[in-house]
């Protein structure tokens, strides 16, 4: 399974969906099919060995030399004044707009930090809620969108077996 390379530090925030998460380095895309600058987690083992020796609290980020793997999606911090109240009203809303007001609310929702749930793989109970009705077992496909910041999920998505 490849996923994002994300940068984890003490300077993020232990509440978040992935704990002390700051930048995404590398996309899941990228893992998969490496380009020669690419930052791969072969990389990032390879240059712990090698500083761990000298900086103790690098060995103590990476136990076993190994890179932690959390099954949540990725958002990247932001500052918003908007509250959880406006944003569900603003995703309710989402269904029966046409095409172009729907548009104009995501980008709306992504400026503040709110983005679609990602869904490929398999039924993850954090991130997905299984269509009426129905058990989920395996690869699952999205029926509608779900919804998350950096914080926290706002909406599972809603999703059906494959």
């Known amino acids: 399974m490849a996923g994002n390379l994300i940068r984890r530090a003490?300077?993020?925030?232990?509440?978040?969906?992935?704990?002390?998460?700051?930048e995404l380095v590398t996309p899941a895309a990228e893992v998969i099919a490496p380009r020669p600058w690419s930052i791969t987690p072969e990389t990032v083992m390879s240059r712990v060995t090698k500083v761990a020796p000298l900086l103790p609290e690098v060995g103590r980020a990476y136990p076993r030399n190994s890179i932690e793997q959390i099954l949540m999606p990725f958002a990247p911090q932001v500052e918003t004044d908007e509250s959880d109240e406006s944003i569900?009203?603003?995703?309710?809303m989402l269904p029966g707009l046409d095409e172009e007001s729907a548009k104009a609310v995501r980008e709306t929702l992504a400026i503040h930090g709110i983005h679609p749930i990602p869904v490929s793989g398999n039924y993850n109970e954090n991130l997905h809620q299984a269509r009426a009705g129905e058990i989920c077992v395996g690869e699952v496909v999205k029926v509608a969108d779900g919804w998350f910041s950096n914080m926290k999920v706002y909406r599972k998505a809603l999703v059906r077996s494959a």
């Open 10 to 22: 003490a300077v993020g925030s232990p509440l978040t969906l992935i704990p002390y998460a700051v």
């Open 88 to 92: 569900i009203q603003a995703i309710d």
